[in-house]
């Protein structure tokens, strides 16, 4: 969840923009300097006391969804591959993130749909929500991916070790008393975790100060809730929690919530939940907690001005932390960043030979696809392939609230820092014959373009199903399409869909439906 960071490498120069043809001819993979040493096969590893059966080709640490898909195509690549998880296969993102979320956000979703039924000629009666129920529901789905992990690893003979593992040197991993070797490769995928913060009072105590880890298991929603960090996290909440009946104040330091998307995208967001109840307070500095045994008091300042705010529970969604800590990373020569990430050089090995990072510990964007992505990478070079670079600058980005909120590449503002010439095609969801349909107006497809070549520099979705529609987008970006190439595609009509034929060619000045 949340934009990739600027700080991540980018695939283009887009201060040196082409014409597509030649800088499709040019594509090239992960660079030849990344694919040095894997490590070399250890062959003596019976005589320094390693049982045959904990010697494998690659072993990974972690077993979220960088983790247990660089498992799986490791397996498929045909080396010998074990994973060392401490918890259920499937990491936060299967457990206690991406998956129940979303199946939270459906019953939002539900409830939203109910109370609007009567004007599609619908009576639903009086709509009753129960939290309880909801989150139940949420745990079954997550449970059902978690053991289709687990079906993955024994279908794919990955070997799947329980317990906390600790590097060792020469690409050995400890679990327990037991230790195994990596004759290729050791995986360091280890993910993130919630923060608190403490130096304010607002340590989180799993009660009345909780993380999205204790939101997804409470037997009831809150009356009020105060969520500090308006990102794709504390976005989501606060729109679960208010389509169930919970008084919700969304507290964002930054001038804008969603600071990272395109501020088209953060206004329409902030003026859709106002619109809905949502207290949406931005520039604002929470200078203080104190929690007490029933509520929280806030001590917040906005505008010069310090107010207080009182909430049944608050919900800390303000960042995250790299798991890095006590897995002997410096015994074994592996270096961190200043912000705590992994060192890790373009084919994602560390500074020590033989040791790679993958998902949200080796850097931004701290996405569960970008690390799956990683993990196909680098199980390729470990085995000696040349997988096509990753292109950071181009992973999706979506908030799953409603509406909808995706995006890829650069926004507005980023264009007018790097100086680039660039013409904004936009395409209002109002104007859709199938978004009227189906009620969905909320929203738009705005996509900025080169202006000399029409490369798509960026693209921003506010609207249902958002989240699907961006695709196309970061397909034909990721293969360097121009806006007219993507208008040249029929788009089936009536499709919400067409709102991206429509919005390109709003960017060559030939909008049809508008």
């Known amino acids: 969840m949340g934009r990739p960071s600027s700080a991540a490498p980018a695939h283009a120069d887009h201060d040196e923009l082409r014409p597509p043809c030649d800088r499709r001819r040019d594509r090239g993979g992960v660079p030849e300097n990344a694919e040095r040493d894997a490590g070399e096969p250890s062959r003596n590893a019976a005589l320094r006391g390693i049982p045959v059966a904990n010697q494998f080709d690659v072993i990974i640490l972690g077993g979220g969804p960088a983790g247990y898909v660089a498992a799986i195509r490791s397996a498929q690549l045909g080396m010998t591959t074990a994973v060392v998880e401490r918890d259920k296969l499937g990491g936060v993102c ?17 409830a939203k749909l109910l109370r609007e039924a009567k004007e599609f000629g619908v009576e639903a009666g009086s709509v009753k929500t129960d939290y309880g129920v909801a989150m139940q529901r949420s745990r079954r789905v997550s449970d059902q991916n978690s053991k289709g992990v687990e079906f993955l690893m024994k279908k794919n003979k990955v070997t799947v070790v329980k317990g906390s593992g600790v590097l ?47 939101a997804l298991f ?44 395109d501020a088209e995208a953060s206004d329409a967001l902030a003026k859709s939940y106002k619109k809905r109840g949502i207290e949406v307070i931005a520039g604002a500095q929470v200078k203080k907690g104190t929690p007490a045994k029933d509520k929280v008091t806030l ?17 800390m969604a303000a960042g995250r932390a790299v798991n890095v800590e006590d897995i002997g990373l410096a015994e074994c020569g592996v270096q961190v960043t200043e912000r705590g990430f992994i060192k890790v050089d373009p084919g994602l090995q560390t500074t020590a030979p033989g040791y790679y990072a993958i998902g949200d510990v080796a850097g931004p964007p701290m996405l569960a696809h970008k690390g799956m992505r990683e993990g196909v990478t680098v199980t390729e070079l470990i085995a000696g392939k040349k997988p096509h ?22 926004t507005e503002d980023q264009c007018k820092e790097r100086k680039l010439e660039y013409v904004a095609g936009r395409f209002p969801f ?38 699907e529609i961006i695709h196309e987008l970061a397909v034909a970006r990721e293969n360097e399409y121009t806006v007219e190439e993507v208008e040249l595609a029929i788009h089936a009509h009536p499709t919400m869909s067409e709102a991206v034929a429509q919005a390109a060619l709003d960017s060559l000045g030939r909008v049809v439906d508008m």
Not at 231 to 256: C, Q, Y
């Open 94 to 110: 299967v457990n206690i993130g991406c998956i129940p979320t979303k199946a939270l956000l459906h019953s939002a979703y539900i």
């Open 168 to 214: 060792q040197p020469g690409r050995k991993v400890k679990v327990g008393s037991d230790i195994s070797e990596g004759r290729k490769a050791v995986i360091i995928a280890t993910g993130s975790r919630v923060k608190g913060l403490p130096q304010i009072g607002l340590e989180i105590n799993k009660t009345t100060v909780i993380s999205s880890d204790e």
């Open 218 to 261: 409470l037997e009831k929603a809150p009356a009020s809730m105060a969520i500090i960090g308006a990102g794709a996290v504390g976005m989501e909440f606060a729109d679960i929690f208010s389509a169930f009946g919970t008084t919700v104040t969304l507290i964002e330091a930054l001038p804008r919530i969603l600071p990272l998307e």
């Open 299 to 315: 001590e917040v300042e906005t505008n010069g001005a310090t107010r207080k705010i009182e909430a049944a529970a608050v919900l």
């Open 389 to 410: 670079a990753i292109r950071y600058d181009n992973v999706p980005s979506v908030t799953y609230c409603h509406p909808e909120v995706a995006s890829i590449g650069l």
């Open 430 to 467: 109002t104007a859709n014959g199938r978004a009227r349909g189906t009620g969905e107006t909320e929203g738009f497809v705005k996509i900025l373009r080169d202006k000399k070549y029409g490369e798509i520099l960026g693209a921003h979705i506010v609207g249902g199903h958002a989240s």
